[in-house]
């Protein structure tokens, strides 16, 4: 078994029962539903502006875009605007198709050794699809929720919520993005189990945020479907939190504190895991460039005089020993010293 991802189940297993004995034999409410959830968006706000000012400070002297495309060069030649952007307006679209629908993930190949030895690529769109399925249903349901924390409701968050449970099966009506964000975050985890090459390069960073977003999606199935949670209760905690006059509601169960306490943790751990991918696209220089680099000489701002050591005082140092050993020399012992 694969001891990376088992060690981050365990730790998603030791953070449920910490959350759930905390509560229900501890009576740490006050812990788990207000001082855990405040740090947590302060560790995630602190930790995200950090990243990106640090991000935003790194030099970036030279034009260094991926691009697949055309570069745009002589006037009789088609360019790729998008692809391979010579312009702003290029960078935008092309950040844009990016950002809302993963264009470089859904040129996603597969390559193949097949007998012969032949080479062969296929068009490979599952893992585009489970990237589009989990971000977009994580950002519905993340929307959603926003419901919690104003009063009153903004239309466009009751429009989001009944679009997201057309479905009107059954009391309560089933919404959708739980379901899908579950399933998607299921598939990312057997690809990375399941594929070799992908297990191979998998550590334990990339299994626990999955896991913990498991444990997310199935306590809010929970209480929604199945133990059924004081609706009220809630409300009267998150306002509480967002006003800053906290109160700890005694109708609400161990199972939402869990919820709850799974969220602060993904919160807090954004930041300083892969996931702040989210801060980054913004600010790599290999997407937010237009490759000018036919058109603009580009010289390095930060150039400041190094000692350098050429090869011809390499070799003035230790051209005997050079030809002692063998190795060839432009110039013999003679011309070095009449040289000198």
């Excluded at 905390?22 to 706000?45: D, M, N, R, S």
């Excluded at 055309?70 to 844009?96: C, E, H, Y």
């Amino acid at each position: 078994m694969n001891v990376n991802y088992i060690s981050s189940l365990i730790m998603v297993i030791l953070l449920f029962l910490i959350a759930y004995i905390g509560v229900e034999a501890g009576g740490l409410q006050v812990l788990f539903g207000i001082i855990i959830p405040y740090a947590a968006l302060l560790t995630f706000i602190i930790g995200f502006i950090y990243k990106v000012v640090n991000w935003a400070r790194s030099p970036v002297p030279f034009r260094i875009p991926s691009t697949c495309g055309q570069q745009k060069s002589l006037p009789w030649i088609k360019s790729a605007a998008f692809d391979n952007p010579s312009t702003g307006g290029g960078v935008l679209v092309r950040m844009a198709m990016e950002i809302l629908f993963f264009r470089s993930l859904f040129r996603n190949t597969k390559c193949r050794l097949n007998e012969g030895p032949m080479l062969s690529y296929e068009w490979e769109k599952w893992l585009w699809l489970g990237a589009i399925v989990f971000h977009y249903s994580f950002l519905t349901v993340l929307i959603r929720h926003f419901r919690f924390f104003l009063e009153p409701v903004p239309v466009c968050f009751q429009w989001l919520e009944q679009l997201d449970g057309f479905l009107q099966v059954g009391v309560p009506g089933i919404l959708l993005s739980g379901f899908a964000l579950l399933a998607a975050v299921v598939y990312l985890f057997l690809r990375r189990v399941f594929i070799p090459q992908v297990r191979y390069i998998s550590l334990a960073s990339d299994y626990f945020p999955l896991f913990l977003l498991m444990g997310v999606a199935i306590s809010g199935i929970l209480m929604r479907y199945i133990t059924k949670v004081d609706i009220v209760g809630v409300k009267e905690l998150t306002m509480g939190l967002v006003t800053f006059h906290p109160t700890i509601p005694k109708t609400v169960g161990g199972i939402f504190y869990v919820h709850l306490f799974f969220i602060s943790i993904f919160f807090a751990y954004f930041p300083f895991s892969k996931l702040m991918h989210l801060g980054g696209i913004f600010m790599s220089p290999t997407r937010n460039l237009a490759n000018t680099n036919r058109e603009i000489h580009h010289t390095n701002p930060w150039n400041y005089p190094v000692k350098v050591h050429t090869y011809d005082e390499y070799e003035d140092e230790f051209r005997e020993k050079m030809i002692d050993v063998g190795l060839p020399v432009e110039k013999g012992i003679e011309a070095g010293t009449a040289q000198e």
